[in-house]
């Protein structure tokens, strides 16, 4: 049984959608490519409580990592992609071609990017921090706007919390078990 529940950000609506215990799916309510919720869902804001005030506090500069239990479904090589996106640090982006050195597969930049194409958990997973070889903004599932927002939303809060302390400390990538089945 699937649940469901929309809330509205800073970037537009977010649809969750889960089983009643684990986040499965985070999507765009806005940009090229929506989605809705299926006929079969329950609409249902209970099961994403703990989602909906994590998001709120990463849209509000206060999160720069999250903990929730999700069950994202893919393949082993796309499980093995999101759990390194996990470890990209808050503010900070990568290339493909990293990602694919940091899973082991140096010549494998391509899957990779369609491995974080096909992420359904964005800014939970942040597929949002890979950029192509030279640093420019390519393909996200919200619309290169959505992941320029994002980006500038961790760029701005590193910012503020490297000037605001002295040791520069800043938050460490959450470390969730996405590869178990």
Request: aromatic share 8%; charged share 25%; proline share 7%.
């Amino acid at each position: 049984m699937m649940y469901w529940h929309e809330m509205k950000t800073p970037i537009g609506p977010l649809l969750l959608a889960g089983d009643g215990s684990r986040i499965k799916l985070i999507h765009f309510g806005a940009g090229p490519h929506v989605r809705r919720p299926e006929r079969d869902w329950i609409a249902d804001a209970l099961p994403f409580e703990a989602a909906v005030a994590q998001l709120k506090e990463y849209f509000a500069g206060r999160r720069q990592s999250f903990d929730l239990p999700l069950a994202p479904e893919g393949t082993a090589f796309q499980r093995t992609v999101w759990q390194a996106l996990t470890r990209i640090p808050y503010g900070e982006t990568i290339s493909y071609g990293e990602l694919a050195r940091r899973i082991g597969k140096p010549q494998a930049s391509r899957a990779v990017g369609l491995a974080n194409g096909a992420n359904p958990l964005p800014i939970v997973v942040p597929c949002h921090r890979v950029t192509g070889a030279d640093g420019s903004l390519t393909g996200f599932g919200g619309g290169l706007d959505i992941k320029r927002r994002l980006l500038a939303l961790e760029r701005e809060v590193s910012v503020r919390e490297m000037a605001a302390s002295a040791k520069g400390r800043r938050g460490e990538a959450p470390q969730m078990d996405l590869l178990a089945s």
